[in-house]
């Protein structure tokens, strides 16, 4: 008995995958390929992303401020009723927030505005949008290490692409991941990272 290899993947998939590696992110996003699920499509590929610390930004016993990011790129040939097309794009974001943001009962619509805004501001070749916005609090107590409070926003959204040429989709995932972590503008540095606190 033979065992097939993969099948070849087709071209509207290769160049969809190229586009999205061609991204342009601004340089505190660390931003490449992992391993994409298997099953979801016949055809998938993944991209993880990260807030990068510089060597000089001292980073917290606790890492606050992380956030972190992958967007799956599914494929199907056939087509598929739900996604209202062939390319489906998959997002998962979760950042540390502070505790007046997390509090905020607007951070949920505002969150989604981030993606909708990212989204619309590159491209309106994409449809069937949808997600979820959660915001966490978690409590420790007893022996466990961690900060006694720790607040996070969890973005699981999907839409799907009607280009092949999906770059700017990738860029407008990283702009949401961007200020999930409350990076500031490009071009602009934040006092709070020049005069520490006592």
Not at 125 to 142: K, N, P, Q
Request: hydrophobic share 40%; proline share 9%; aromatic share 8%.
């Amino acid at each position: 008995m033979t065992t097939q290899g993969p099948p070849s993947e087709p071209e509207p998939f290769r160049t969809a995958v190229e586009s999205m590696t061609s991204a342009a992110v601004r340089p505190e996003i660390k931003l490449g390929p992992i391993r994409p699920p298997q099953r979801l499509a016949p055809f998938s590929y993944a991209l993880g992303a990260e807030i990068k610390h510089s060597a000089s930004e001292p980073v917290g016993e606790y890492s606050d401020g992380d956030a972190f990011g992958r967007l799956i790129l599914l494929y199907d040939p056939q087509g598929d009723e739900a996604w209202q097309g062939t390319l489906r794009l998959v997002a998962y974001i979760q950042a540390d927030v502070d505790a007046a943001l997390a509090e905020d009962s607007l951070l949920p619509e505002v969150a989604w505005s981030w993606l909708h805004d990212a989204l619309e501001g590159r491209t309106a070749e994409y449809v069937a949008l949808g997600g979820t916005i959660t915001a966490t609090t978690s409590v420790r107590f007893g022996e466990i290490a961690g900060p006694p409070k720790a607040h996070q926003l969890e973005m699981r959204a999907s839409w799907t692409s009607q280009t092949l040429m999906i770059k700017p989709q990738v860029e407008a995932f990283c702009e949401v991941l961007e200020y999930a972590a409350g990076l500031p503008p490009v071009g602009i540095t934040s006092i709070s990272n020049r005069f520490p606190t006592a």
